[in-house]
């Protein structure tokens, strides 16, 4: 006779042994609660008609504003109201009083005015200074750093005007001083519009021509 020849497969594991598994009382446990688990979850969906869209949408994060930021949009000054302006700077140290004597003014202020995406944002700004020719669009840096901001600003090439608000007063009687956000006032420092936060420039420019169309109408009665 032949040996029998023997291939040994180490490894190959040895197949699962369920009965040795359910004699530890600790595996039985876990796995009676996996499966009370797993029917819970069913009958709560079949129940209440939950889909899979939903059911994530309770581990999404919330997309409105968060609360300090609720409380803080309660401290803005009011559509109608007039603000008394302190004075503002250039780059070169002149003083810059605003608003405008005539048409409207607006103001833009920049928390950050050296950040990454201040760039793309003062594109767009000037964009649409050029689509309202009848609004003088400053930008506004809460600082009195006049050199820094001059460097910045001639490095870049920007043709907005921007003003320095030395200890952010200005900011701070407008509620500009947690983000960027912008002003439109007319000659008489009365307030006009206010941003809303993530509004892209397609809706600021549909906001100022709903606005302007209005002042435009009330001054041809």
């Known amino acids: 006779m032949s040996a029998r020849r023997v291939i040994l497969h180490p490894e190959r594991r040895a197949p699962l042994n369920w ?10 446990d876990m796995v009676a609660v996996a499966f009370l688990s797993f029917f ?5 969906v079949y129940r209440y008609n939950w889909g899979v869209v939903r059911m994530m949408s309770l581990f999404r994060r919330p997309s409105n504003d968060p609360t300090w930021l609720l409380q803080a949009y309660k401290n803005d000054p009011k559509v109608g109201d007039v603000v008394k302006l302190p004075t503002f700077f250039d780059v070169d140290g002149k003083v810059v009083n605003l608003p405008e004597r005539k048409g409207f003014t607006g103001l833009v202020f920049m928390t950050d005015y050296t950040s990454c995406g201040t760039s793309a944002t003062i594109r767009d700004l000037e964009t649409v200074a050029q689509r309202f020719p009848q609004m003088k669009l400053y930008l506004v840096a809460p600082t009195s750093n006049m050199e820094q901001v001059r460097s910045f600003w001639r490095i870049r090439g920007f043709r907005l005007p921007i003003v320095l608000d030395p200890d952010a007063q200005a900011a701070k009687r407008l509620n500009a001083i947690f983000q960027a956000r912008g002003y439109l006032l007319d000659s008489s420092s009365k307030l006009l519009y206010i941003t809303r936060q ?9 906001d100022l021509s709903r606005i302007f169309q209005q002042y435009k109408e009330v001054a041809q009665r």
């Open 19 to 28: 009965r040795a598994l359910f004699r530890n009382a600790e595996n039985r």
């Open 40 to 44: 819970l979850g069913f009958w709560v």
């Open 198 to 206: 993530r509004q892209s420039r397609e809706e600021v420019e549909q």
